[in-house]
């Protein structure tokens, strides 16, 4: 077997507000495999955004180990970290994060772009991701131009377009009411079942229930880590 | 090579996204361009104007004769062309001197300049007489176009004629041939045997606007202001047979002038004698100082342009953290964030480059044909101006270009 996917030992990121440190993650020692899905819940607050963040190389850790893929992420330069966010992660936003003025279409073809791919391949894949969303009749809209939910099937699109081995969500349903959250948690558990690891901050515990693993913050430690013992599947959307 | 073929495309999409940036705030590149556009525009006419100075003078030197010298008896004014106050004393028998004793001289053209009236009926004319003998066509380059030039018997019998400039031509006589007509010089009557071939104009100065009469016939009839002797004149023009003789001539002048005249050691000699190519050279300069300062003033309004694309870019750098953050989550490297912003200010740059430049160049020709002046735009001065402005760009995009390229992912991306 190879490494974990992600593994991290006594994870730490301070804050100096107003010369007063703050604790945001405190200590966190964790391991997630290929192909895990995970929810992780927690209080406002409780550092659930700050972890994700340094495990997607977004933030840089104060102190602790993080292994992405094996690896250690503290002997890499930001090209390193740039390239590891563009080929092994894919991030989908509360905020769905679309560029504005930009249709669907090239928006998805972003990540390609910094793959250093040409313009007729990133335009296919990117067009197959967004069929594979059921978004094949939407390519050239603009943001503006879609649905709360379409946005972040879009999104979806764009943090797939590079095959990447995990997709980091933080909140991905903090915008969209009930059914279309629903919807979205259907899409992750085909993917997931397709093989990709998920990692879902969520604030609904309904929602976390469509994980396989359920981890709890609270004060930047984790509280409580187990499966989900009556999993709920999503008729696939 | 696929390396090479990459990094071209990479640039394409640069270029791409800078496109679509500017695109969806036109209004405001446009303004930003704008200022990049005076710019480029004020350097290239400054340059083109002063390139025209530059070969209006060269023209006129050469409408003077080459291997010429002129002696004036006026103390060396230092630099410049010879100023004709403080007159003193030279005469027609110093310049047979000269051609007599100087080597290299192949003919001396004494003249007598004064300022006269021509009436023809209904029509006058002030302009400037020049009282020569036939050796100012041969040294000065001077012939008719139409008639013909003085002669030796012109000059020996202080006949009344005149050779006539084109532009005094068309004052008196408009569109009629004058060769044949009678002209009223200062009232003393006057036929016209020729028309001077005409020389254009250089930096306001029409060569086509003056007469020429017997050095006889001026002295005799046209002078106003008094000579010291009969046998005075203004100005010698010398001419020499190669410019090595004109070298070793113009010292010999000097010296020869120093004793007929019996100026003692250590005096400042009374006569200047300047070559046409000494002349050339001092105008030259003149001229040169007079482009630098052009082109530096111009240079200016560029750099203004220069600052305004960097003000620009900070607020579109400062806007768009959110983006910079959100690419960089993507996966664009630094390198990639810097490229885009680089290149979105050298688009802008260019683009402003490249409208300055027409309108520049239509400008040139306008004044060209307005002004009779030449402002000639070349090749050099075109590739200059584009290769100058993408500098502008890079140079003043590069702050905020390198600023968008250190910031942290998650703030960039935590910004509002
Ligand atoms: N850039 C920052 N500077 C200072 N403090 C920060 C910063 N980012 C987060 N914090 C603090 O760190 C703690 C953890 O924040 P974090 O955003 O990780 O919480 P969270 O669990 O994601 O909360 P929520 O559920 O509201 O999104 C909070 O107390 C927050 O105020
Ligand atoms: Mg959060």
Redesign the pocket.
């Known amino acids: 077997m190879t490494a974990p996917l992600l593994e991290t030992h006594d994870l730490v990121k301070d ?1 100096v ?1 107003g010369g007063e440190v ?1 604790h ?1 993650v405190n200590g966190v020692s964790l391991t997630i495999k290929r192909g895990e899905f995970v929810a992780i819940m ?1 209080a ?7 972890f994700m963040n340094m495990i997607g190389c977004l933030d840089i850790p104060t102190s602790g180990t993080l292994l992405l893929d094996g690896i250690d992420t503290k002997t890499l330069d930001s090209d390193a970290l740039a390239e590891i966010r563009n080929r092994k992660i894919g991030f989908v936003f509360q905020q769905f994060n679309l560029l504005a003025r930009t249709s669907a279409l090239d928006n998805v073809a972003v990540p390609l772009i910094y793959a250093g791919l040409g313009y007729t391949e990133r335009r296919e894949r990117a067009q197959a991701k967004l069929e594979a969303m059921g978004l094949g009749n939407r390519l050239q809209n603009t943001p503006a131009k879609l649905s709360g939910g379409q946005q972040q099937r879009v999104a979806i699109a764009r943090a797939l377009v590079t095959d990447p081995l995990m997709l980091l969500a933080d909140e991905p349903t903090g915008a969209l009411d009930t059914q279309t959250s629903l919807d979205i948690m259907g899409i992750f558990q085909k993917l997931n079942d397709e093989g990709i690891t998920l990692i879902v901050v969520t ?1 609904e515990p309904d929602i976390a229930e469509y994980a396989e693993r359920r981890i709890v ?1 609270r004060d930047g430690r984790i509280i409580e880590d187990a499966a989900v013992k009556s999993r709920r599947r999503a008729v696939a959307g | 090579m696929s390396k090479l073929l990459n990094s071209i495309a990479g640039w394409g999409v640069n270029i791409a996204i800078a496109m679509t940036a500017l695109r969806t705030n036109l209004m405001r590149s446009i303004l930003t361009t704008l200022g990049v556009m005076i710019g480029v525009f004020s350097v290239i006419l400054a340059v083109a104007v002063g390139n025209g100075a530059q070969v209006s003078v060269t023209q006129q030197i050469a409408t003077l004769g080459s291997n010429m010298a002129i002696v004036v008896p006026q103390p060396d004014s230092g630099s410049g062309p010879p100023r004709s106050t403080d007159r003193g004393r030279l005469t027609e028998r110093d310049g047979r001197a000269i051609l007599r004793q100087v080597s290299g001289v192949s003919a001396v053209a004494p003249q007598i300049r004064s300022s006269v009236q021509l009436v023809t009926p209904g029509r006058s004319a002030t302009t400037q007489a020049t009282g020569a003998t036939p050796e100012y066509g041969i040294v000065s380059n001077v012939a008719a176009s139409e008639g013909r030039f003085l002669t030796d018997g012109d000059v020996g019998a202080a006949a009344r004629v005149v050779v006539i400039g084109q532009t005094v031509a068309d004052k008196l006589f408009a569109d009629a041939n004058p060769v044949g007509e009678t002209v009223r010089i200062n009232r003393v009557p006057f036929k016209v045997i020729g028309l001077l071939e005409s020389k254009g104009s250089n930096l306001g100065n029409d060569n086509d606007d003056q007469i020429v009469v017997p050095i006889t016939t001026l002295r005799q009839r046209l002078q106003t202001t008094a000579m010291q002797g009969p046998d005075d004149v203004t100005l010698l023009f010398v001419g020499f047979e190669d410019e090595d003789s004109l070298l070793t001539g113009q010292r010999e002048i000097k010296r020869m002038l120093r004793d007929r005249y019996r100026v003692p050691k250590g005096r400042i000699s009374p006569f200047t004698v300047r070559t046409t190519t000494e002349i050339a050279e001092t105008t030259g300069q003149v001229t040169q100082i007079f482009q630098a300062v052009l082109v530096a003033i111009a240079s200016i309004s560029l750099l203004v342009g220069g600052i305004g694309i960097m003000n620009i870019m900070l607020v579109s750098v400062t806007e768009r953290t959110r983006e910079i953050g959100l690419r960089m989550a993507l996966g664009a490297k630094r390198s990639d964030i810097r490229n885009q912003f680089l290149v979105e200010a050298a688009v802008l740059c260019v683009i402003g480059g490249a409208i300055g430049l027409t309108l520049a160049i239509l400008a040139a020709a306008i004044f060209q044909q307005v002004a009779d002046f030449p402002a000639p735009v070349g090749l050099d001065t075109a590739l200059m101006s584009v290769a100058f402005s993408a500098i502008i760009g890079i140079v003043f995009g590069g702050y905020p270009a390198i600023r968008a390229s250190r910031l942290s992912p998650i703030e960039a991306l935590r910004s509002e």
Do not use: D, N, P, W
């Open positions: 804050y507000i703050l945001a927690g406002s607050g409780s550092g659930k955004s700050t604030h913050f």
